[in-house]
């Protein structure tokens, strides 16, 4: 890698011309993956995108008029003292805060690189355009912490509250319901068989862990979320397998209590709470009926919980 002050003032025209066309591209590919989600971020973008690319073409006449035509490829990652940049860009769908971050630290390290820059040059026409796209890149810096600090529109709103629920609230729900209702029968089968509360908990633990990684690595590879839109898989799965051993852990926790009665009784409490807020989960994100979402619940949860009961008193 070159360090910067061994470049002349022709491979810093070079690597600015550099950096204004991946910025340019940069922010078309922020607004390509924020449109169908975020029109109205995605236009601010696409201005920004315009910006750089004025900035593209006046680096390219000063360059002409004072090295000619042929460009040398320097590109940032050839200089040493650049940030690496995640390419958050290549991620599909993408988060509206990753992208509003990464703009503000592009903008403000492009705002730097001019400064020092300019300071260096000793040509005067060279050292004016330089300062000239600070001072401008230091406005982006600006506009891009406004973007980061816009407030969504109604529309957006409506989309952003369907991708947490597509995203986060669905592989949650679809989780804590297998832990809560799943585990059921072997921690009471369990319970019942051996009156033991200790051995009844270590079963639950079991279960719950069990269950929760093998739901965490069904949800990531059902579905890669490039078409559906669903999320990273590996985020999905996480989030499905957590919850999946939450539902679980909540009714065997109880067992942790020397007696058996007592923990039984404690346990099946914690199942009627667990029930309800999966009822009201589903009420309250996925538009079922309240009355319709705890009956279901309620009747599966009640066969799963007597299934566990008849085994475990067999």
Not at 255 to 261: D, G, K, M, Q
């Amino acid at each position: 890698m070159r360090t910067f002050d061994s470049l002349t003032e022709q491979e810093i025209l070079a690597l600015s011309i550099s950096q204004e066309e991946e910025d340019a591209r940069i922010y078309e590919d922020f607004a390509e993956g924020l449109q169908a989600n975020y029109p109205e971020q995605a236009a601010k973008f696409r201005d920004m995108r315009r910006d750089e690319d004025g900035h593209r073409h006046r680096l390219l006449e000063l360059y002409k008029s004072r090295f000619g035509d042929h460009v040398p490829l320097i590109r940032r990652q050839d200089v040493r003292g650049f940030v690496v940049r995640r390419p958050v860009w290549l991620v599909r769908p993408l988060g509206l805060k990753a992208v509003q971050k990464a703009a503000e630290t592009m903008e403000v390290e492009t705002e730097r690189f001019y400064e020092v820059a300019g300071r260096r040059a000793t040509d005067a026409g060279i050292r004016q355009l330089l300062g000239d796209l600070a001072e401008e890149e230091r406005n982006h810096a600006h506009t891009a912490e406004q973007i980061a600090h816009t407030k969504l529109s109604e529309d957006e709103k409506s989309r952003a509250n369907r991708l947490f629920v597509l995203q986060v609230i669905q592989p949650g729900l679809v989780g804590l319901m297998d832990g809560s209702v799943s585990t059921l029968a072997p921690l009471f089968a369990a319970a019942f068989a051996t009156h033991s509360s200790f051995q009844t908990f270590l079963v639950g633990l079991a279960a719950s862990v069990g269950a929760g990684i093998s739901m965490g690595f069904a949800e990531a590879l059902s579905d890669d979320g490039s078409l559906t839109g669903r999320g990273h898989p590996w985020i999905r799965g996480l989030v499905c397998g957590l919850m999946t051993t939450l539902g679980g852990i909540g009714h065997t926790l109880p067992y942790l209590i020397p007696s058996f009665r007592t923990a039984t009784s404690v346990a099946v409490c914690v199942v009627l709470v667990e029930l309800g807020l999966i009822s009201w989960i589903r009420h309250r994100f996925m538009d079922t009926p309240l009355v319709s979402a705890v009956l279901q619940i309620a009747l599966g949860g009640a066969l799963v919980f007597l299934a566990g009961i008849l085994i475990g008193n067999s």
